[in-house]
């Protein structure tokens, strides 16, 4: 019963009710599934909040991680009201994080939950791409109409970006699910034992990928790169990948075309050069408050905008302590993916092999968007990161691969991973910054 409420509520989530049907807009259906998920799902959450499963799953402690984070970030600064706010909000993302680990806990549901997934994914994309044809006609789902310059005449033109319902409705966190689609429709329609569902799978992935288009979204482009990049790499080694790459690279770029795909101009001017100085100041405000951070929601505050980069934005506003558990989360999850013995695990299990290089490439899809969107404490990235603890969790009891406890080697790997994050970004910035213009 708390598996399919679960399933309802990654329905509720994808495409909001009230925003498709209005008289449903006052109606609390995501907020009354979770509660009884929730509630029939508490003997699973106690076993897994015992802090001999937490240690073992570093996924899962990462994320309450963030939690303290949150807090500490506010309560350093003796601003305990925001502290218990902010923290408040973000437990419902935490909440969510653990009915995913209890409730797809083999890997029968976390099949059935991709399916799900793939299908909600489907919705999203469809209802933003029958608004952009006109086809329907919902005020929620109306493009968002930026502004670019052509880089040849320096006119001033607009530009039409696809989005969606709900917490889907910017372009790029649009792009970023769509990514995701993308990886998992090549995943099911890969499977030799599909039959017609591989025909659909196949569909799917065209709209995800047409949507992606539409969205005009760079860092999109770059997610999407990243995630075939590793995909190829993990599945016919790095020869091949980079005879793929070789391929799909242009390929990519030719179809893209006009802002999207100019990605090297961006950098000169424009929104580039604005969200390369964001990243400056944040680098600033981690200097000011280095240990804990200036304080979640308040980069906006100082800078006039967000980061737009998740590790940027993240160290500046929890300090080195929350930055370094956020981006930990993504590198000991990429880590823990790819570091599976490909051989042992195909002799053991075959789909739990087949399966491993699709979430390796759709949580470097999500680490990839990281770098160009501030989003690193909403839901769907950690629904990302859902996947992958899931799947590495059910390794154990299965065929007998367990996950990195936390422990010394762990959290100096971490620690350097975050030193040469926050060298890269300073680099970067001191590079490409026109502070000049």
Known sequence: MSFVLFLLVNATLFVRPGEIVPDLATVPIYECLILACLLTSL???????????????????????????????????????????????????????????????????????????????????GLALLQYHAWIDLPALTTLQDHDVDPE???????????????????????????????????????????????????????????????????????????????????????????????????????????QANIGGAMEQGTGQERIKLWSQGLGMLRSSPLFGIGQNRYAEEAGLVAHNSYVHCFAELGLFGG???????????????????????????????????????????????LTISRPYVLPTYLTLGLAASFLGQLQPTIGVAEEPLGKQLVKHVAGASLAMLAAIYLFVRVFARWGG
């Open 43 to 125: 003997r699973s959450l106690t076993e897994l909040l015992s802090w001999r499963r937490l240690i073992e799953r570093p996924i899962a402690l990462g994320v309450l991680g963030m939690l303290a984070a949150i807090f500490l970030s506010h309560a350093s600064h003796f601003d305990l009201w925001s502290a218990r706010f902010d923290a408040l909000q973000f437990l419902k993302t935490v909440i969510y994080f653990f009915l995913l680990l209890a409730n797809v806990d083999s890997p029968g549901r976390l099949r059935t939950f991709l399916f799900w997934l793939l299908a909600c994914i489907a919705v999203t994309v």
């Open 324 to 370: 370094a558990i956020f981006l930990g989360l993504f590198f000991y999850t990429i880590r823990a993916l790819y570091q599976l013995p490909a051989d042992g695990l195909t002799e053991l299990d075959p789909e739990s092999a087949r399966l491993r290089p699709y979430l390796l490439a759709v949580v470097s899809g999500c680490a990839a968007s990281m």
């Open 153 to 259: 005449t320096g006119i001033v033109y607009v530009v039409s970006r696809l989005r969606s319902t709900g917490i889907f409705n910017d372009p790029n966190d649009l792009s970023m699910i769509a990514v995701a689609g993308i990886v998992i429709a090549a995943y099911l329609a890969t499977d030799q034992q599909g039959g017609s569902a591989r025909l659909v799978a196949v569909a799917v992935l065209a709209a995800c990928g047409y949507a992606l288009l539409l969205t005009r979204s760079r860092g999109g482009l770059l997610a999407l790169m990243a995630a075939l990049g590793l995909l190829f790499q993990a599945r016919y080694g790095w020869r091949k990948a980079i005879l793929v790459g070789a391929i799909t690279l242009p390929a990519l770029l030719l179809v893209a075309k006009g802002r």
